[in-house]
């Protein structure tokens, strides 16, 4: 039998499936509002780190009240299934729109730079770490306005839950510190979006492969075709911009989010 409720929350439809869990559509009767609810997954290996890792996504997207990044309503436990409210998205993922090819001029696609460029820059003031950022977690608008999603690996200022040695993230937009395993602060985040950026403005990845050993390998020790190759139309000044971003040192990268833009 689906489930027809979760809190005071009316399941209408269901949205999809992450490795945390699944995400429905659901009506808040109180407030007369549809949100989209994340569940945690009921059967995974270790389900303390996981219920860990969702209460985590919890509290670190709940502290960031800003029009890029998704906003949290409600946080709860329904009968054991812990779940999580948010606004409900419409349009699609920056993932969805780049495999489209359906980001046609350069001025759109600058204009969504600027926004994730926003939006990360104010998590990284309220000392927020994404530590996943790639296209299938920014979400488009249908009028554009982009929102970032999913901080399910966020680090909420110094309580670092992840073990030293423990890789966590996507691996073609991983930073190299990532990669290896150590500590990593906000200049990884600024890594990932400079992959990211790279993806948009030259429609493939800055690092990949047929395995997961070989982009792994590509982000640590080599580096990108250079966008001014891959698309020769891309202005000098945005080649610049990704390339420090993708800085193999983080050292010299931008030193934060706010400062990319």
Known sequence: MALQRIGKYRVVAPIGAGAMGEVCKAYDENLKRFVAIKTMAAATGDQDELRERFVREARSAALLNHPNVITIYDFGNDDGRIYLAMELLEGESLRSLIDRRALSSLREKIRIMEQICDGLAYAHSMDVIHRDLKPGNIHLQPRGQVKITDFGLARLGSAEMTRRGMILGTPNYMSPEQVRGEMVDVRSDVFSLGAVCYEI?????????????????????????????????VPAVLVQFVEKALAKVPERRYANGGEMW
């Open 201 to 233: 403005l030259g429609n493939r990845r800055a690092f990949d492969a047929e395995s997961v050993h070989s982009i792994l390998y590509k982000v640590v020790h080599t580096e990108p075709e250079p966008l001014s190759r891959v698309c020769p139309d």
